[in-house]
């Protein structure tokens, strides 16, 4: 008895379900059938129809036998197949022929809304007229309504507002006139996307007027001072375990004026420091023309001791281009009577110098592209003998990083450097190179020459936005013919980078020697570094 209310709620569900009324959709074309809701849902279907091209969808039949309601339908012809006739102006602006066949409409009338849109005229609307059938296919005429070319006319900064005058009037050198498209829209973003002194807080807006069109920015101050600290392991000339070290702080637009003051010091296993200052001013009087100074100071234990004055104007080329004048002014002086490789003289010269920066989108890499080319002609003067000579040196350096696939990618970097001199150099004036940043698995400064060239690859394999690993190998020739040595170098190693809550610090092993030496455990470098945004 305790059953009977479970059974009768059972019997009870099927008789209401069978009492509801089911509204068919068959499609006579195609046979196929749809169940709908009710007569409501029916009509939407039917509407559906035209919405997706079936304009002349007709009622063939509605069929009812108790509570099964059978409604058939012929769709017709598909709209978005058809014979397409073009207006003269589409015909003129574009390639398409003034009658043709498509198969997708919905598409051809996209395309060509695009095409005008990247003409300028942002408010284009393309109308299709239904001109009759022919050969049993839609035939329609396509037309467009312009409106107004739109050009942009102006930038809007908003959040950030204090950034210099000279880098809004450059925003608009380059886009202020051009047409107000995707094209151009993307580009500019693209051209503010990492930028070292400020971020794009959202994409940028739009306002339309009558007779303007002004595009605002929403820029934010980026965090840019560093503080950049690297130790380094490993064994000296003498083969004795030995520490390195070397500390760079920036200090940069703290005055809101994309200003750079760079403070570097290094110390390498033999007793050799190095002192590095360089102050960058962008936008000197609000002008495209910038002006750089640096101060370097080397000094090699109680050996001698070297000291350079560079001062440079630069031009903008573009954000991300510049081209520089500068002034070499560089002494030397011998300390210990017992350095007789070493020579007292001082130098002044000119040069000229180019550099290209395209930055990365990826937030772990320092750079996408990166080139730097300088030309200097030197007349130096060696104290003690009274002789003067003239010198051309010249340097380059290029990197880039290349996405393969996946987290895959392949960093590439070559540098070279020549000190041409009719005279025999001194070895307090050679080229030095090698160590952390430059020729791996050897110590900072180690290499001397008047000539060197060395290239590197680099496999990256990226661990999400926060860290990557890297397996590299390099190789590359010195010449120094003080010694009369032109040996071919290699190194290779492996290390990994990653973000924690300080900064992005980075660890790496190496290992570098001559062609034809083997390789030893002991000249095995380790370094640990750093990174520290403020």
């Known amino acids: 008895m305790k059953k009977l209310p479970s059974i009768f709620l059972v019997f009870l569900c099927v008789f209401i379900k069978a009492q509801e009324k089911q509204f068919w959709m068959v499609d ?106 022919e050969n049993n296919v839609p035939k329609v005429e396509i037309s467009v309504i312009k409106g107004n070319r739109r050009m942009i006319d102006g930038f809007v900064i908003k959040g950030y507002e204090k950034v210099p005058k000279r880098f809004i009037k450059n925003i608009e050198k380059e886009f202020k006139g051009k047409n107000y498209d995707d094209k151009n829209l993307i580009q500019l973003n693209h051209s503010l996307q990492n930028h070292p002194f400020v971020l794009l807080d959202k994409p940028p807006q739009t306002l339309f007027t009558k007779d303007s069109t002004q595009v605002f920015l929403f820029l934010q101050k980026k965090k840019s001072n560093t503080f950049d600290g690297i130790i380094g392991f490993g064994n000296d000339k003498a083969d004795k375990f030995s520490f390195t070290g070397s500390l760079n702080v920036n200090f940069r637009n703290m005055f809101n004026g994309f200003e750079t003051v760079n403070i570097f010091w290094q110390r390498n296993p033999d007793r050799g420091q190095t002192f590095d200052l360089k102050t960058d001013i962008p936008y000197l009087f609000s002008s495209n ?38 002034g070499t002014f560089e002494t030397s002086a011998v300390m210990d009577s017992l350095y007789v490789q070493g020579k007292d003289y001082g130098k002044k010269g000119i040069g000229v110098w180019y550099d290209f920066t395209e930055p990365s989108d990826v937030e772990l890499f320092l750079y996408k592209t990166r080139i730097r080319a300088e030309a200097d002609y030197v007349a130096t003067n060696y104290t003690k003998e009274n002789i003067n000579v003239s010198q051309n040196n010249f340097y380059f350096s290029g990197e880039r990083n290349f996405y393969i696939s996946g987290n895959n990618y392949l960093n590439l970097k070559a540098e070279t450097a020549l000190m041409n001199s009719k005279n025999e150099l001194a070895s307090n004036e050679l080229l030095r190179f090698g160590g952390w940043n430059s020729f791996r698995g050897f110590n900072e400064n180690a290499l001397l020459a008047d000539f060197y060239y060395f290239g590197t690859a680099e496999y990256r394999y990226l661990v999400g936005n926060q860290a990557f690993f890297d397996v590299f190998g390099q190789y590359g020739e010195l010449h120094n013919k003080s010694l009369s040595l032109k040996p071919k170098l290699y190194s290779f190693g492996l290390g990994f980078n990653f973000f924690l809550p300080i900064g992005l610090m980075s660890f790496q092993i190496s290992n570098g020697n001559e062609f034809g030496n083997a390789v030893k455990f002991g000249d095995t470098k380790i370094h640990w570094g750093i990174l520290s945004r403020f």
């Open 28 to 133: 006579v074309q195609t046979d196929h059938r749809t169940l709908v809701k009710d007569s409501v849902a029916a009509t939407k279907f039917l509407d559906s129809l035209s919405q997706n091209n079936y304009y002349l969808t007709q009622l063939t039949n509605v069929k009812k036998e108790g509570n099964i309601t059978e409604i058939s339908f012929n769709k017709g012809k598909n709209f978005n197949q058809a014979i397409v006739k073009t207006s003269d102006e589409i015909a003129e602006s574009s390639t398409l022929k003034k009658e043709f066949y498509t198969k997708n409409l919905d598409s051809l009338k996209k395309e060509i809304s695009e095409n005008f849109r990247n003409q300028g005229f942002a408010f284009n609307r393309v109308k299709a007229k239904f001109l009759g059938m």
């Open 289 to 326: 023309i910038g002006m750089n100074v640096n101060v370097n100071i080397y000094r090699q234990d109680s050996a001698f001791a070297n000291v350079k004055f560079l001062p440079s104007l630069y031009l903008h080329l573009s954000n991300r281009q510049k081209l520089g004048l500068r």
